[in-house]
């Protein structure tokens, strides 16, 4: 269960997750044209939920940041001028190892590209770097995950590259987010930008804004977050968005990830922006963040495979282990068809989702959080997907205390599916660490 904890205790939670999921029985530790709607988070009234364990408040004290230079690149609404990755660009010209990581959807994982580990723009910008920095130890993080945006991103910061001890992160979610509200999406880019900026030797951050062929990028929320603790940002929209309408630029079929010379085009600018960024007096390092502009919620996530969760009394029979060769999931789901199998545990935060497979034989989810809808109409998650893939939904707004989800086989489907199987992934469970250094 989620508790209040030490500063030397979470920053050490990097490295060594700690136990906090609890189901019904007993404790666990913790685990490192589609109609799905990925990494949506869903707001929860909280008159809903039981009546929460009363949590001391703790001071929040504004917290002041070293101005530094601005990026060009950063967009016109930035107000405060940004700060520089100076600092890391120094390890690499002395030529110690540094590793670098991308996160984001499907266009950080290089979809589009005709081979992503070669020509998406994450593959050609590694690549700039090992040429520009022949002495130095370069390593990639490739965090990137189709059909994810921010929300599902916040939550797992700390698994896909906080332990990994990143020097160097670039993030791009914009151009997957066009079906999220506005105030998700900012909690999440804030969550995730301050677990970056809390640990001891933070890593620099860059934010990158691509484009969609809808025009729904959502560069302006993501920087409006940026701005507030002045992390630089690369706005690839001032240079894609002219050529897309002279009709110079080409997506894929998703409408969302370039083809190999749009990934060149992104590398271009994120090279640019290296390049101008080696001329600078490297920022210091941030040692105090200011008060959230949104929200602290979604600072913290924890995960757990719902196959090493025990079904109450009475389901064990309506489940069982399947396995699972995508690098999103675990590699054993808990699988059912039955009608009204169901899953029930207790947990301690403000935020909890689920990850499952989205798959053409794929039924309704119904997931209750205190015995009541989870979301509108009826609590209800549409599983199906034509191509097999990670499917998330995540649920904000909790109030601080203990909370109960239920998660359960319904037996519809989607009109499309020809099935109505239910195959779970993770639990995640989220909310406020102390955040104080």
């Known amino acids: 269960?989620?508790?209040?904890?030490?500063?030397?205790?979470?920053?050490?939670?990097?490295?060594?997750?700690?136990?906090?999921?609890?189901?019904?029985?007993?404790?666990?530790?913790?685990?490192?044209?589609?109609?799905?709607?990925?990494?949506?988070?869903?707001?929860?009234?909280?008159?809903?939920?039981?009546?929460?364990?009363?949590?001391?408040?703790?001071?929040?004290?504004?917290?002041?940041?070293?101005?530094?230079n601005t990026s060009t690149y950063s967009t016109a609404s930035a107000a405060k001028p940004r700060r520089n990755i100076g600092r890391v660009l120094g390890k690499l010209q002395r030529g110690g190892p540094v590793t670098v990581a991308y996160l984001g959807g499907s266009v950080a994982l290089g979809n589009g590209a005709g081979n992503a580990e070669k020509t998406s723009y994450r593959a050609l910008v590694t690549n700039w770097l090992r040429q520009r920095f022949p002495k130095a130890e370069i390593s990639e993080i490739n965090a990137g995950l189709t059909t994810?945006?921010?929300?599902?991103?916040?939550?797992?910061?700390?698994?896909?590259?906080?332990?990994?001890?990143?020097?160097?992160?670039?993030?791009?979610?914009?151009?997957?987010?066009?079906?999220?509200?506005?105030?998700?999406?900012?909690?999440?880019?804030?969550?995730?930008?301050?677990?970056?900026?809390?640990?001891?030797?933070?890593?620099e951050v860059v934010m990158i804004y691509a484009p969609n062929a809808k025009k729904t990028s959502r560069a302006e929320w993501h920087d409006q977050i940026a701005a507030h603790y002045q992390v630089p940002a690369i706005n690839l929209l001032e240079t894609i968005q002219p050529l897309i309408e002279a009709g110079k630029f080409n997506f894929a079929k998703d409408g969302v990830n370039p083809t190999d010379a749009g990934h060149k085009l992104y590398a271009d600018a994120i090279t640019a922006f290296l390049a101008e960024q080696e001329k600078l007096e490297a920022s210091p390092i941030l040692r105090t963040l200011p008060s959230p502009l949104v929200s602290d919620e979604m600072n913290y996530g924890e995960f757990k495979a719902f196959a090493e969760i025990r079904p109450p009394k009475g389901h064990e029979a309506s489940w069982k282990s399947e396995t699972s060769n995508d690098r999103a999931l675990p590699s054993a789901l808990l699988a059912s068809d039955k009608i009204n199998a169901q899953i029930e545990f207790y947990f301690e935060g403000t935020v909890v989702g689920i990850t499952f497979r989205a798959s053409s034989d794929a039924g309704m989810i119904e997931c209750l959080i205190d015995g009541k809808p989870a979301i509108a109409p009826a609590g209800k998650v549409d599983a199906y997907s034509s191509t097999s893939q990670l499917g998330t939904k995540i649920f904000g707004g909790l109030s601080p205390g203990e909370h109960r989800l239920t998660v359960r086989v319904t037996g519809e489907k989607n009109a499309k599916s020809s099935g109505a199987h239910v195959r779970l992934g993770y639990l995640i469970v989220g909310g406020q660490r102390p955040e104080r250094l």
């Open 148 to 203: 994810t945006g921010s929300q599902y991103g916040a939550m797992r910061v700390r698994r896909d590259v906080l332990a990994q001890k990143a020097d160097l992160v670039f993030v791009e979610f914009a151009a997957n987010e066009a079906n999220d509200e506005e105030r998700p999406v900012k909690k999440a880019i804030e969550g995730l930008l301050r677990q970056f900026l809390i640990v001891p030797s933070p890593p």
């Open 1 to 68: 269960m989620f508790k209040q904890i030490p500063i030397f205790l979470l920053l050490l939670s990097v490295i060594f997750p700690p136990i906090g999921l609890q189901t019904h029985f007993s404790r666990f530790a913790p685990v490192g044209g589609n109609s799905v709607s990925a990494s949506s988070i869903s707001e929860v009234d909280e008159q809903t939920a039981l009546p929460a364990r009363t949590q001391s408040a703790e001071n929040q004290q504004d917290r002041k940041l070293t101005i530094a």
